[in-house]
C-alpha cells in the first residue's frame, strides 16, 4: 500500500536435503564455508545482501596433553599440565582423580608439594552440548625405597631373610651385612636375585648363621634407611649376636669400670676403719691412766720425774689428751756434714759477726722442763723483842 507506506517482508529460507548429501551427513571440511543471501531491488532501491559464516558443529576430538607423564621427587611441586581439544562449539575443561574433581579449567596446576599418596591417574575431560571426551595423566612421584625383614623357610625347608622394598622408581639394588661385616656372592651365603620388589638371603646351616643382619635398599633416588633383623641362638652366640661385636666391648668396657670402682670403694672403707683403729687405740677411756700397767704410754716415767715438775695438776678431759699423746725424746744435736763444709767456707765471717751462723740449733725444750720449781715464798720476818718488848712497854 503505497499510500499509507506499507510494504510486505520478504525472506527467503535456506534447506539442506540431507537425504541427498553425501553420506547424509555434512563435513566440516566441505561444507563450512561463507553462505550469502542476496535480494533484488526494487522501486524505491537497490537489493540488500547478508552473509554469515557456517559451521559444522561436533563432539571435542583430538584431545592433547602437555605432558602424559609427569615426573617429580616427593616433596617437590610437579610442573603444570595443558589440556587442548577441537570441538564446536567450544569445549569446557575439567580435571578428575578418580571421582574427585581436582579443578575446572583446561590447565591443571599444582600449588603445593606433592607426596608418593597423591600419585596415579589425572583425567582431562573436554565437554560440549554433542558430547564429551577424556584423556589420562600419570603423575609419578619418585622415592626413596622403604625395607623390611622377614624370616622364613624356603621350598626345601633351608631358613631365608626376605628383604622387601617399596620405592620409585621401582627397580631396586639390595646391599647385607651381617655383624657390619658386608656379604656377597663370593662369601658361603647365597644371594638370589629375586623379583624387584624383593631380595632373598639364604642363611648358613651353622652357628655362623647367629648375627645382626642388615639389608639396605638402593634405587634412582637414593638408598633406604638399614632395615635389621636379629638372628639369635642359644648361649653366648645368641647373646653375642644381639648385641653385636661393637656393643659388646662397649658393655664390657661399663662392667670393668662398674667393677673397679666397687673394688676402690672396699679398699677405701677397710682404710677408714683402720685408721680409726688407730686412733681409737691412743686415746683412753676419761679417768686417771695407770702407772703400774695398762695401755699408757707414761708408764715407764718414774717417779723422780714428777717430782722434779713438782705436783701434779688436778685430772681433767684436757690432762688426760695431753697425758695419752704420744712423746719423741730427741737425742743430740748432730750437724750434718754438708753444714760443716758450708761453715767452713763462712767461717771468717761468722767470726767477724759479719754473718749469723748458718748451722741449724737443737729446738729449746718446751718451757718449764728441766728446771727446778719455785720454792714457797718465806713467812715475813718479826723483829726480834727484848726484855721491855716482853713486858710490853
Given at each position: 500500500?503505497?499510500?499509507?507506506?506499507?510494504?510486505?517482508?520478504?525472506?527467503?529460507?535456506?534447506?539442506?536435503?540431507?537425504?541427498?548429501?553425501p553420506d547424509r551427513r555434512?563435513?566440516?571440511?566441505?561444507?563450512?564455508?561463507?553462505?550469502?543471501?542476496s535480494s533484488t531491488g526494487n522501486d524505491v532501491g537497490e537489493g540488500v545482501s547478508s552473509t554469515m559464516e557456517f559451521l559444522v558443529e561436533y563432539a571435542p576430538e583430538f584431545i592433547k596433553l602437555s605432558e602424559d607423564m609427569n615426573f617429580v621427587n616427593e616433596g617437590e611441586i610437579p610442573l603444570s599440565v595443558e589440556c587442548v581439544a577441537q570441538s564446536w562449539p567450544p569445549s569446557t575443561?575439567?580435571?578428575?582423580?578418580?571421582?574427585?574433581?581436582?579443578?575446572?579449567?583446561?590447565?591443571?596446576?599444582f600449588n603445593d608439594s606433592v607426596y608418593r599418596e597423591q600419585a596415579g591417574m589425572y583425567v582431562c575431560q573436554a565437554e560440549n552440548r554433542h558430547g564429551k571426551l577424556g584423556k589420562e595423566m600419570e603423575l609419578k612421584v619418585l622415592y626413596n625405597p622403604e625395607c623390611s625383614i622377614s624370616e622364613t623357610t624356603y621350598d626345601a625347608g633351608e631358613p631365608v631373610l626376605v628383604c622387601k622394598a617399596d620405592g620409585f622408581p621401582n627397580k631396586?639394588?639390595?646391599?647385607?651385612?651381617?655383624?657390619?661385616?658386608?656379604?656377597?656372592?663370593?662369601?658361603?651365603?647365597?644371594?638370589?636375585?629375586?623379583p624387584e620388589d624383593y631380595k632373598v638371603y639364604l642363611l648358613p646351616d651353622s652357628a655362623e648363621r647367629y648375627g645382626m643382619y642388615v639389608c639396605v635398599a638402593i634405587n634412582d633416588v637414593g638408598m633406604s634407611d638399614p632395615c635389621e633383623r636379629?638372628?639369635?641362638?642359644?648361649?653366648?652366640?645368641?647373646?653375642?649376636?644381639?648385641?653385636?661385636?661393637?656393643n659388646v666391648l662397649v658393655i664390657a668396657a661399663i662392667i670393668g669400670s662398674i667393677a673397679i670402682l666397687f673394688v676402690l670403694a672396699i679398699i677405701i672403707i677397710i682404710l677408714i676403719m683402720r685408721r680409726r683403729r688407730i686412733m681409737s687405740s691412743y686415746i683412753s677411756s676419761p679417768g686417771k691412766a695407770p702407772l703400774g700397767g695398762g695401755d699408757s704410754l707414761y708408764q715407764n716415767v718414774s717417779g723422780s720425774d714428777t717430782k722434779q715438775n713438782g705436783p701434779s695438776a688436778p685430772e681433767s678431759e684436757g690432762n688426760v689428751m695431753y697425758e695419752n699423746m704420744p712423746f719423741h725424746r730427741q737425742g743430740p744435736y748432730r750437724p750434718d756434714s754438708s753444714d760443716e763444709m758450708v761453715y767452713a767456707d763462712l767461717y771468717d765471717d761468722v767470726k767477724a759477726g759479719k754473718i749469723p751462723d748458718p748451722r741449724m740449733k737443737p729446738p729449746l725444750p718446751p718451757k718449764g722442763i728441766g728446771k727446778k720449781p719455785k720454792e714457797p715464798p718465806l713467812p715475813p720476818k718479826t723483829k726480834k723483842g727484848g726484855f721491855f718488848d716482853s713486858l710490853g712497854i
Open positions: 500500500d503505497m499510500v499509507q507506506n506499507r510494504f510486505k517482508s520478504v525472506s527467503s529460507s535456506l534447506k539442506f536435503n540431507m537425504a541427498a548429501w555434512l563435513s566440516r571440511k566441505r561444507d563450512d564455508a561463507n553462505y550469502t543471501c575443561f575439567m580435571w578428575k582423580k578418580g571421582d574427585l574433581v581436582i579443578a575446572r579449567d583446561d590447565v591443571l596446576t631396586i639394588n639390595y646391599t647385607w651385612s651381617k655383624d657390619n661385616e658386608t656379604l656377597d656372592i663370593e662369601d658361603q651365603y647365597d644371594l638370589d636375585a629375586s636379629l638372628v639369635s641362638g642359644p648361649g653366648i652366640a645368641g647373646w653375642h649376636a644381639e648385641f653385636g661385636d661393637k
